[in-house]
């Protein structure tokens, strides 16, 4: 998995000069050479410094070198363990329907469901623009599989499987909330990694991941309540 | 845009054959709208155009889009200014870009590892939110288009022909700005920015150099903006209003609303992202308000988090918990946030699209606004901005279903979702009128959503321009407020035919006589409205009349009209419009009103005063302004 996480600064050295990282302004022909000033077609590029001090001129290639906030290999684990970790809430949602007998229970099962099978393609889409390997969804369910942050093992989800009626409600509430409490942790983990969640799409992605499951959390929450009346 | 990939719902398919309530207020859209089916492509994607066109459009400049994505549609500049005709230019020739590499050194470069991974596809080019476009702020003849990745000022002069003044680099998204006086000031949310405007980010996950919050530049030299101050925030800025303190001119307030995660304490002192049962100094839950000395911008600092959410018992998350409002309903995001605060000083008012809620302020004192009314909807996915009309009657909130990324205007799409709202303010109080959405179904590989818009000051008359992402723009005419309708529109193919690329119009706005609008992966763009059966060319003119100083669309300032004869004629063509006066009369009228002494204009408008007595409604309005106009004129 490493060998496919190279960043792309790593990359940029291995090609000769450091040229192909640098010089690719498709509408400015050859484009300009590593370091050139700014180019005559229009007013040049200004990049303040910070509050009180001088700014300077930058080039093209300087100004648009977005290498060093790109994606780190933890932000391509992030989306990685990601995808099995939805997956299995769409499994655990797939269980609801002739489990429980609460049309809420039921509403909330099809939104995770549709809501996660949407942000899985997102993900996918994502390693995949950026040449990364797409894991199997359904790796968790090896024996051996290293979880994610507060997914279900295998003997959990068995026994959730085998429940039926309010005893299975709150399981699948309680399970659900530590599931979804583990995509929180993600997240943190994720800013808490030296230079990840720089990326613009992944800042996205991770910030909405925090706001949608930490409602879903508060909502959940509710629901178990009032199932212990 | 809010930074969502993929936060909503997407309820419509489960619903089946459910009807919701309130459904019938909005017909689906046309199938046969001719914005259905155009040509997608970056520079030469078909046009839909009615009662509005194209007057010219300029590319993002260099330094502003991804140069690593050659492959593909090009990505290089086009003509600035369209031919005569309006049409969209086809690309120049320097931007015919092959679509493979032609040497070595075009980069697939991040792909192609010598360690024997799988060279990753090209990802396409125009897109992406790295260098993004963003929200627009006017002064004088000048235009700042914020960025992902810095700003870009134009002068706009000649609408005809924009010139790019200066390219200021400076990363930091989503870069929303608005200026006032020689100050420009600019939203910062992600984690990539850096109080030195780097694009190099931030390697540690603690550290000084980052910056998340409101840079303050000076313009006074508008091509060459220095860095003045920069207020760190817990939550960054995603959008920020600037708020007049009406009894002191020599300073200004900043509400800063922040919506992503909450920065840790040990990064910028007393910052907590902690829920209120654990931690009553969350950084949840509030807006920022910011002063800014005008003379001293350095010294500018937060002053006050108001927590405009809290209940009457003192509960700070008092208002939506997030969810849905019951079977077949949208689920709401939670309030915790706002997205965007409108206010409209004159009226005292500030009108907050709060995630979860709309929500109404009073702001006459600005450092404590406070709360007056709250409505939730269950057609709305998440609360993203609020417009005011220009007596202050009404709001228009618009839904961002889907975040702004997210293909929200299909066909089979609920047509009250990802909608605009419409309220009309009733004793402080917002009640509920109607709906509106796009009327044009969009593709699959078209991102569409309400978004940011503007009123076009048409006297008499409610009208609002605005973005609807790769939608295109729309007109909406809401002067009746439960009935409010289409009367413009223009709209391109989408970006790409087999893959959505986020794009399309983030703002629209007027700004004395033309639409402006940035278009995040095509540019600026520069239209003018025609006139038609909806909308006269005397209610142009009439609208044009109104020039403004500058225009910072969070912050509405009330519009009146000079007593120009356009004025009068657009007020005439409208009551002509809606038969009030009968249309065998109205050339008459109107050549009295164009060549008519004193004498005469003193009867007409004596006799206009006398009619409107006899009127009600907004036709009763009309004809007062109207006499009131021709008696100014006189």
């Known amino acids: ?229 | 845009m809010k930074s969502v990939t993929t936060r909503v719902w997407t309820v419509a398919a489960l619903l089946g054959g459910v009807v919701l309530v309130g459904a019938a207020q909005q017909a689906p859209p046309d199938p046969k709208d001719p914005r259905v089916g155009l040509k997608p492509g970056l520079r030469d994607a078909g046009v839909a155009a009615r009662n509005m066109e194209l007057t010219a459009t300029m590319p993002r400049p260099e330094g502003f889009f991804d140069p690593k994505q050659p492959a593909g549609e090009p990505t290089g500049p086009e003509r600035t200014t369209p031919p005569a005709d309006g049409k969209p230019v086809e690309g120049a020739s320097g931007a015919a870009a092959p679509a493979a590499p032609a040497t070595p050194a075009t980069p697939a470069a991040p792909s192609a590892p010598a360690a024997g991974a799988k060279p990753a596809p090209p990802r396409p080019g125009g897109g992406g939110l790295d260098f993004a476009n963003s929200d627009i702020a006017f002064a004088g003849t000048n235009m700042w288009v914020g960025n992902f990745h810095g700003f870009n000022t134009y002068d706009v002069e000649n609408p005809r022909k924009p010139q790019l003044l200066a390219s200021v680099v400076c990363p930091g998204g989503q870069g929303d700005v608005s200026v006032h006086g020689n100050l420009l000031f600019m939203s910062v949310e992600q984690t990539r920015g850096r109080v030195d405007c780097g694009v190099q980010g931030i390697t540690d996950t603690v550290s000084k150099e980052r910056f998340r919050g409101v840079r303050i530049f000076d313009i006074s030299d508008l091509r060459k903006p220095r860095q003045v101050a920069a207020v760190q925030t817990c939550r960054g800025s995603h959008t920020h209003t600037l708020v007049p303190d009406q009894n002191d001119k020599s300073r200004i307030y900043i509400y800063g609303s922040g919506t992503g995660s909450v920065r840790s304490g040990e990064e910028l002192d007393g910052c907590s992202g902690e829920e209120p049962d654990k931690d009553g100094n969350t950084a949840l839950f509030s807006i920022d308000v910011i002063e800014v000395p005008i003379a001293a911008p350095q010294t500018a600092k937060i002053i006050n988090r108001p927590r405009i959410f809290a209940d009457e018992a003192g509960n700070i998350a008092g208002l939506w918990k997030g969810g849905d409002h019951g079977p077949g309903t949208q689920s709401t995001s939670r309030t915790n946030q706002c997205h965007d605060i409108t206010v409209f000083p004159e009226v005292g008012l500030a009108a907050g699209a709060c995630s979860g809620n709309g929500i109404l302020m009073d702001i006459s004192d600005p450092v404590h606004p406070k709360r007056l009314d709250a409505v939730f909807d269950k057609n709305f996915a998440y609360w993203h901005s609020a417009t005011f009309n220009n007596d202050g009657t009404k709001v228009v909130f618009t839904d961002e279903w889907g975040g702004g990324m997210r293909p929200r205007c299909l066909a089979t799409d609920q047509a009250n979702w990802g909608a605009n709202a419409i309220f009309d303010i009733v004793d402080r109080k917002l009640v509920f009128k109607s709906y509106f959405k796009l009327p044009a179904p969009q593709t699959a590989t078209e991102n569409c959503v309400a978004h940011n818009g503007s009123l076009v000051p048409v006297p008499g008359r409610d009208l609002m321009v605005q973005a609807w992402y790769q939608g295109g723009v729309s007109v909406m005419d809401f002067t009746d407020s439960a009935n409010p309708k289409e009367i413009a529109f223009f709209d391109r193919g989408p970006l790409d035919e087999k893959r959505l690329i986020t794009g399309g119009y983030w703002s629209t706005y007027w700004y004395n006589g033309h639409v402006y609008g940035s278009e995040m992966s095509r540019g600026l763009y520069v239209f003018r409205l025609l006139p038609g059966d909806l909308l006269t060319q005397n209610e142009i003119d009439a609208a044009a009349a109104v020039q403004a100083k500058a225009f910072n669309v969070q912050h509405q300032d009330k519009l009146t009209w000079p007593a120009h004869r356009a004025v009068a004629l657009a007020y005439v063509d409208q009551l002509v419009r809606s038969g009030t006066i009968p249309a065998d009369r109205s050339e008459m009228l109107k050549g009295a009103v164009t060549n008519g002494d004193a004498a005469q204009l003193s009867m007409i408008a004596g006799r206009m005063g006398e009619r409107a007595a006899t009127l009600s409604g907004v036709d009763a309005a009309r004809m007062k302004a109207l006499s009131a106009v021709l008696t100014s004129m006189r």
């Open chain 1, 1 to 229: 998995m490493a060998t496919n996480t190279l960043r792309i600064t790593a990359l940029c050295l291995l090609v000769a000069a450091g040229a192909a990282c640098r010089s690719a302004n498709p509408a400015a022909g050859a484009g300009p050479a590593a370091g050139a000033g700014p180019t005559t077609t229009g007013p040049g590029l200004i990049q303040p410094g910070a509050p009180g001090q001088a700014g300077r001129t930058v080039s093209v290639a300087d100004a648009t070198d977005l290498s060093k906030v790109q994606f780190t290999p933890a932000d391509v684990r992030f989306m990685q363990g990601m995808i099995g970790h939805h997956q299995q809430a769409i499994e655990m949602a797939a269980l609801l329907p002739s489990r429980t007998s609460r049309e809420d229970m039921k509403l909330l099962a099809k939104r995770i469901e549709v809501s996660q099978l949407d942000e899985i393609q997102m993900m996918q889409e994502w390693l995949k623009s950026r040449g990364q390997t797409l894991p199997d969804p359904h790796a968790h369910h090896q024996h051996d599989a290293v979880l994610m942050p507060g997914m279900l093992t295998q003997e959990q989800m068995a026994q959730l499987t085998a429940a039926k009626g309010v005893a299975f409600d709150r399981l699948f509430l309680e399970g659900m909330i530590r599931h979804h409490g583990g995509a929180l942790t993600m997240v943190r983990e994720l800013f808490g990694s030296p230079g990840a969640g720089q990326d613009s799409d992944i800042f996205a992605f991770a910030s909405d991941v925090e706001a949608d499951q930490q409602m879903e959390i508060d909502r959940m929450g509710a629901l178990l309540k009032e199932l212990q009346k």
